[in-house]
């Protein structure tokens, strides 16, 4: 299912940008990187079963990558010079020896963690109930007066 939905993009020479489906597997990203040489930026989603990121080494315009979910093989990435942006895990982050590890090799690269604020849907559990309670005082003001 998953190369089905990759095969859709083979004719898209000039793609520059990719966001790989949830189940990504080994072998497609190698074949996906080797029809597609000139991408420059790819995120790796939570899901995916890759291990090996020796693949990534083929793209030379690579300028930004985003592993969401497990950097299985970070040392790889020490080689990835070009890099400009490096999105890893927050259970990546915590360590920090590789962290530090990471910023020496690619001095020139901004790295960040994938997790952290996000205005999903649980800032709505926050706004309905503030929405509300500012109905009600409003209301009380309002009918207050009026009587």
Same mark, same amino acid.
């Given at each position: 299912?998953?190369?089905?939905?990759? =095969?859709?993009?083979?004719? +898209?020479?000039?793609?520059?940008?990719? *966001?790989?489906?949830?189940?990504? *597997?080994? #072998?497609?990203?190698?074949?996906?990187?080797?029809?597609? /040489? #000139?991408?420059?930026?790819?995120?790796?989603? *939570?899901?995916?079963?890759?291990?090996?990121? %020796?693949?990534?080494?083929?793209?030379? %315009?690579?300028?930004?990558?985003?592993?969401?979910?497990?950097?299985?093989?970070?040392?790889?990435? $020490?080689? +990835?010079?070009?890099?400009?942006?490096?999105?890893?895990?927050?259970?990546? *982050?915590?360590?920090?020896?590789?962290?530090?590890? $990471?910023?020496?090799?690619? /001095?020139?690269?901004?790295?960040?963690? =994938? #997790?952290?604020?996000?205005?999903? =849907?649980?800032?709505? $559990?926050?706004?309905?109930?503030?929405? &509300? +309670?500012?109905?009600?005082?409003?209301?009380?003001?309002?009918? &207050?007066?009026?009587?």
């Amino acid at each position: 299912m998953v190369e089905d939905s990759l =095969s859709v993009l083979d004719n +898209l020479k000039d793609l520059r940008w990719i *966001s790989f489906p949830f189940k990504l *597997s080994q #072998e497609n990203l190698k074949i996906f990187i080797k029809k597609h /040489p #000139e991408l420059e930026v790819v995120t790796l989603p *939570s899901g995916a079963s890759i291990k090996d990121f %020796n693949s990534l080494k083929e793209l030379k %315009n690579l300028k930004a990558l985003a592993v969401i979910d497990t950097l299985a093989d970070y040392k790889t990435l $020490l080689n +990835l010079k070009q890099l400009q942006y490096l999105s890893v895990p927050m259970k990546f *982050s915590k360590d920090n020896e590789k962290m530090e590890e $990471l910023k020496k090799a690619l /001095p020139n690269c901004k790295i960040v963690i =994938s #997790e952290g604020f996000c205005l999903g =849907s649980g800032w709505f $559990l926050l706004i309905i109930p503030f929405i &509300g +309670l500012m109905f009600v005082i409003f209301s009380f003001k309002f009918y &207050g007066k009026q009587n």
